[in-house]
C-alpha cells in the first residue's frame, strides 16, 4: 500500500513517529519523543479539533467547571502530573507546600460535610464517620491479597460485604440504626464505584486491587481549569507536530509500506485515516481511548492483534461515571460545606436492588460537591456510576433536572429547595469517554 498525505514529510534522517491520540497520554509520549534528538519527526493525529481528551475545562456559571478529569490525586513528587503542573506554574503555594504533599489520605474520599438520609433527616457525623472507618479499614485490607496464593473471593465487592456481614455479629444498637448503617455503607459502596469506574464493586477483581499506588498528598485542583496543563504541554510541544481533526481508521503494521516523497525506504507501519490520509511510519505510540479500542478492536489494526493483547484488551474492566453541575439562585447548604452526602434508608450493600432504573437510578447518586464559590452562582457537583449513569445518559436534561429537584426537596429541609432556583446543565459523557478502572482514583 502507498500513502497518500496531504503533508509529506521533509526528507532527513531519524525515525518517523505517529502518536495517535492527542490525550494526556498521547501529548506525555509526544512530550518526552520530542526532547530526545533522535525523534525530530514527529506527528500527533488527534481525532477531534483540541487536545485533551477527558481534561476538559469549560466557562460555565460564570467561572470554570471540570467536565471531565477534576484532582490531583495524591500531588507530590512521585505524581508525574504533579510534576508537570508545578513545572508550569499552575499551581497555588498551598498545593505547592511541603505539607501538603505530605498528607496522608490512603486514598479515599474524606468525609462529608453533612450527610442527608431518603426520609428528610440528617445522620449524625459521628456515625458515618464509624461506617467510613468501617469501610476503608476493609479497602485497606484488600490490598493484603495483592501476591496471595489464594484469595476467600473473587471480588472486592463479595469480600466487602462477607467482612461486614461478620461485623454485624458485633453491632448492639436497635434494628433501625442497624438498617441506617448497612444504608451509609451503601452509600460508600456507591462512591467506590464513582472512583473505581465501575457498575459494581462485585466485578472488580480482588487480587489486582492492590495494585493502585496510592502517594501522599492532600487531592487538590487546578484554579484556572485542569486544561491549563494539556494547553502548555502541547505549547511545549514542536510546531506542526499536532495534526486535529484526523481520526485514524486502521493501523497497518508488520508491512512493508512506501511514500512517493521517500522513494526507496520502506515503511513497517501505515496509519490510514478516516477521510484517506495515509501516514507511513516507523514506530506508533496508540493512546486512544478504552472503550474506542473495544468497539473498534477488529478493526483498528491490520494484522489483529495477537490474540493475548486483544483478549486482554476485552477483558479489562471499563464502566461509566457522569457528573451533574446545578446551579442555585441561593445555596441551601451551610457556607463551610464542602460535600453532601446522600444516604437511602432502604438500601443494604448486603441486598441487591430489585427497582427498575427508571424508578430508582438516582439512587446511585453519591451526593455532591459544593464547587468554590463562583463570582455570582452557587454550583453544586453530582457523580454517578455504573449502569445508572448510562441510563441517565438516555434522559432529557428536563427529566434529570425534575428527578434531582424531587431528590433535594426529599432529603432537606421542606421550602428550602425551589423549582425556580434550579438551572441546569447535565454534563453525559458516553462510555467511549467514561472512566476506566486502571485510572482508579
Not at 473473587?154 to 433501625?176: N, Y
Not at 484554579?223 to 486502521?250: C, H, I, W
Not at 457523580?383 to 424531587?406: K, N, P, R, W, Y
Request: include cysteine.
Amino acid at each position: 500500500m502507498e500513502s497518500r498525505s496531504r503533508k509529506a514529510e521533509a526528507p532527513g534522517s531519524g525515525p518517523r513517529v505517529l502518536v495517535v491520540g492527542g490525550g494526556i497520554a498521547g501529548l506525555g509520549a509526544a512530550q518526552r519523543l520530542s526532547r530526545h534528538p533522535a525523534f525530530s519527526h514527529l506527528r500527533v493525529l488527534e481525532a477531534t479539533a483540541r487536545a485533551g481528551g477527558r481534561i476538559r475545562s469549560e466557562s460555565s456559571f460564570g467561572g470554570v467547571v471540570e467536565v471531565g478529569a477534576h484532582w490531583i490525586h495524591g500531588p507530590s513528587q512521585g505524581n508525574p502530573v504533579f510534576q508537570l503542573a508545578a513545572e508550569f506554574g499552575l499551581l497555588g503555594k498551598k498545593e505547592l507546600s511541603e505539607e501538603n504533599q505530605l498528607i496522608e489520605t490512603g486514598g479515599h474520599v474524606g468525609l462529608p460535610s453533612v450527610t442527608y438520609t431518603s426520609s428528610g433527616g440528617s445522620v449524625s457525623p459521628e456515625l458515618v464517620a464509624e461506617m467510613a472507618g468501617l469501610f476503608y479499614g476493609l479497602i485497606d485490607q484488600t490490598r493484603d491479597f495483592l501476591h496471595a496464593t489464594e484469595n476467600p473471593v473473587p471480588s472486592v465487592g463479595e469480600f466487602l460485604k462477607k467482612r461486614i456481614h461478620q461485623r454485624m455479629a458485633c453491632w448492639t444498637e436497635d434494628e433501625k440504626t442497624k438498617k441506617l448503617k448497612l444504608a451509609i455503607l451503601n452509600s460508600l459502596f456507591n462512591l467506590e464505584c464513582c472512583v473505581s469506574g465501575t457498575h459494581s464493586m462485585d466485578l472488580v477483581a480482588l487480587a489486582p486491587f492492590g495494585e493502585y499506588t496510592v502517594l501522599p498528598g492532600l487531592d487538590c485542583t487546578f484554579a484556572g481549569g485542569y486544561q491549563g496543563l494539556t494547553s502548555r504541554m502541547m505549547a511545549s510541544l514542536p510546531e506542526d507536530v499536532m495534526v486535529f481533526n484526523k481520526p485514524v481508521k486502521t493501523v497497518h503494521w508488520n508491512g512493508s509500506f512506501q511514500e512517493a516523497s521517500a522513494p526507496g525506504e520502506t515503511f513497517p507501519v501505515l496509519v490510514e485515516c478516516e477521510d484517506g490520509d495515509c501516514f507511513p511510519a516507523h514506530h506508533v505510540v496508540v493512546t486512544v481511548p478504552l472503550g474506542f479500542l473495544k468497539e473498534h478492536l477488529d478493526s483498528f489494526f491490520e494484522p489483529p492483534l495477537p490474540s493475548e493483547k486483544a483478549e486482554a484488551t476485552r477483558k479489562i474492566g471499563f464502566g461509566t461515571n457522569n457528573k451533574i453541575f446545578l446551579e442555585f439562585e441561593e445555596p441551601f447548604w451551610q457556607p463551610d460545606c464542602q460535600y453532601i452526602q446522600l444516604v437511602w434508608e432502604d438500601t443494604s450493600p448486603l441486598e441487591d436492588a430489585t427497582l427498575k432504573l427508571q424508578d430508582a437510578w438516582f439512587k446511585k447518586l453519591i451526593g455532591f460537591l459544593v464547587l468554590p464559590a463562583f463570582k455570582s452562582a452557587h454550583v453544586l457537583c453530582g457523580f454517578i456510576a455504573g449502569l445508572e449513569s448510562e441510563f441517565m445518559e438516555t434522559l432529557s436534561d428536563e427529566d434529570v433536572l425534575l428527578s434531582l429537584t424531587q431528590l433535594l426537596r426529599r432529603v432537606t429541609a421542606p421550602g428550602a429547595v425551589c423549582g425556580r432556583s434550579h438551572t441546569p446543565d447535565v454534563l453525559l459523557h458516553h462510555t467511549r469517554g467514561s472512566a476506566v478502572r486502571l485510572e482508579r482514583g
